[in-house]
């Protein structure tokens, strides 16, 4: 359970102070173990913080996570001990991390210090604590030369990563690790998916020009907004003429090579942007699966918003119990893994992640691609995708599935690295494309 504390009535949503309280309540339950995106929900559903303060809340929350290796380091130089209670912690990692990054973050550092002042003021876990903040934030100010060399002698306060995942990301990538922390901590990109059935990439890109939104193309349907705007801005988002949707993650619909009719299962759906892009590419008999009902509605949104059709499935992709037992002609396998490839849009991750996670998770998707082959027709292409920078998740997966069922191996991208530049920017993907031998 995540515990928000709501502000003062007579709180004012758009001071910083008020926006620092709020985020550091949101940084406080990653550190209890809670996902960000749902700190977020749980502060936007109990507060009164209006559109503007909640955009402003993500983006220091989002800045907080991206700083946190760098900003603990720091903390365990300027306190005398540990902060209690953990928002007091949350508050305080959530300044330095302005103080930091003070050209980038748009805040003077004497505003940074008196806004955390006020929004300890205000919170009423935080009140006694005043002093504290105004006294550890000052002395970094005072400090500073000193004390960032300091705090950077580690890995962590370095990378801002945890210390195993730097040293698992050498092994694996010996020659471009420090390029992949890089780009794990560089803000994402919006980036979007041109519906051709409504449009085209030359189209849209002049659609936007003239909206005074300037963009590139990416991919074959894929565009980049230079500059990042609510999804409601976006001219045609509501009808459907585009979608949210990270450049590599647009490589899986167009590799399963659909044709009209065919019949198609997306595992492991929510929260379908791929279930999307198939129906966008062919009319489908399509069948979208997900353990979870509430992800589904996420995926009866979009495809309502598409104006696209799909059987919604409940169920569990290690079981049977949900299935026709008519054979798929091609299978989308996205299955669960600890999304390290995607950490520069969710920065909490690297975080909440153990080191027991991917052996874990590489035995749920073992399970989940042993089911998935025996609904595959003879003939018929599985794509296996994972989010995940681990070999054991991707390419040791993959080799061990393809000589666990004799199956063909066909041309695919294999393992993509995040990658933030001008010729190209995406997140860390994987694909492994199998045919199954013919009856």
């Not at 299962?265 to 279930?275: E, V, Y």
Request: net charge neutral; aromatic share 6%.
């Amino acid at each position: 359970m995540i515990q928000i504390s709501l502000l003062p009535p007579g709180a004012k949503a758009d001071s910083l102070a008020y926006q620092l309280a709020y985020a550091a309540q949101a940084v406080a339950a990653v550190r209890a173990g809670h996902a960000l995106p749902q700190a977020l929900a749980q502060i936007f559903s109990r507060s009164d913080a209006p559109a503007p303060a909640r955009g402003a809340i993500q983006d220091l929350s989002y800045r907080a996570m991206r700083s946190l290796g760098l900003t603990e380091s720091l903390l365990g130089l300027l306190a005398n001990k540990p902060p209690q209670p953990e928002v007091l912690h949350g508050l305080l990692v959530t300044a330095l991390a302005l103080l930091v990054n003070e050209e980038e973050s748009g805040y003077d550092s004497f505003t940074v210090v008196d806004q955390a002042v006020q929004a300890a003021a205000i919170s009423p876990e935080m009140s006694f604590a005043k002093g504290v903040v105004n006294a550890i934030l000052r002395r970094l100010l005072r400090e500073r030369a000193t004390l960032m060399p300091q705090a950077t002698k580690t890995p962590p306060g370095t990378w801002n990563y945890p210390t195993w995942w730097i040293d698992r990301l050498k092994a694996a990538y010996p020659e471009q690790w420090q390029a992949i922390l890089h780009a794990g901590n560089q803000a994402p990109p919006l980036t979007l998916r041109v519906n051709r059935r409504r449009t085209t990439v030359a189209q849209y890109l002049d659609t936007l020009q003239q909206a005074g939104m300037a963009a590139r193309q990416v991919g074959p349907a894929a565009v980049l907004l230079h500059r990042p705007v609510p999804v409601q801005q976006l001219p045609g988002f509501a009808e459907g003429v585009v979608s949210v949707q990270d450049a590599a993650a647009q490589l899986a619909a167009p590799l399963l090579d659909v044709a009209d009719g065919m019949r198609v299962l997306d595992a492991c759906a929510a929260p379908g942007g791929k279930t999307g892009h198939l129906l966008e590419l062919a009319d489908l008999d399509l069948q979208a699966l997900d353990h979870d009902t509430r992800r589904l509605q996420r995926i009866a949104e979009n495809l309502d918003r598409l104006q696209l059709k799909a059987r919604l499935t409940t169920g569990d992709a290690r079981a049977d119990d949900w299935w026709d037992g008519q054979p798929f002609d091609r299978i989308l396998a996205d299955v669960p893994c600890t999304a390290s490839g995607i950490v520069r849009r969710h920065p909490d991750i690297r975080w909440l992640r153990r080191k027991t996670d991917t052996a874990q998770l590489a035995t749920l998707s073992t399970q989940i691609l042993d089911k998935l082959w025996q609904m595959l027709r003879p003939d018929g292409k599985l794509l296996l995708v994972t989010c995940s920078l681990w070999p054991q998740e991707s390419e040791q997966q993959a080799v061990a599935f393809a000589q666990k069922h004799n199956a063909i191996r066909l041309p695919a991208p294999g393992q993509l690295l995040p990658t933030a530049s001008e010729t190209a920017d995406h997140d860390g993907l994987f694909y492994a494309l199998f045919q199954k031998p013919g009856a």
